[in-house]
């Protein structure tokens, strides 16, 4: 099963960068995403506490962005959401008679290490302002 968080945490602050002048309540953030409003209310918390949105209370409230979208990296927003590693290690131990089994988790541990890295890097130099620019350039039909 894949982990959906990061993209529709990079959906909701898309919306929200698109439409800087309203307040989004969770509701219809779940429906742009198409999902349930909990998962959103969530991803709205760790946004939150982020730094990256503001959420104002009331029957007119909602989520604004809190920093134009040029500041805001796609790091930012997924260090917000995601925690831990790229990718995850064996459920079980490894039989530690196997010549693989015995080493596997320290090797693969700094493969991810190292993926972890490079994608930081990466994520690091696109803003949510490239990710709105981005969805106005024509689909290549490639």
Known sequence: MHNCRFAFAVHVMAVLGLQKDHCYPSSR???????????????????????????LRGPHGGS???RKPERVTL???????EKGRVFGS?????????PVGKNINRVM??????????LERE?????????????????SSA
Request: with cysteine.
């Open 90 to 98: 064996h459920p079980n131990k490894p039989s530690r008679k196997c």
């Open 109 to 118: 541990m700094a493969v991810a290490d190292r993926a972890g890295r490079a």
């Open 75 to 81: 790091r930012e927003i997924r260090r917000a959401v």
């Open 64 to 66: 604004v962005l809190n």
């Open 123 to 139: 994520l690091d130099k696109i803003t949510l302002a490239d990710v709105l620019r981005e969805m106005h350039e024509p689909e």
């Open 29 to 55: 953030l779940a429906e742009t995403v198409n999902t349930n409003p909990v998962v959103i209310r969530r991803i709205l918390i760790e946004l939150q506490q982020a730094g990256l949105i503001l959420t």
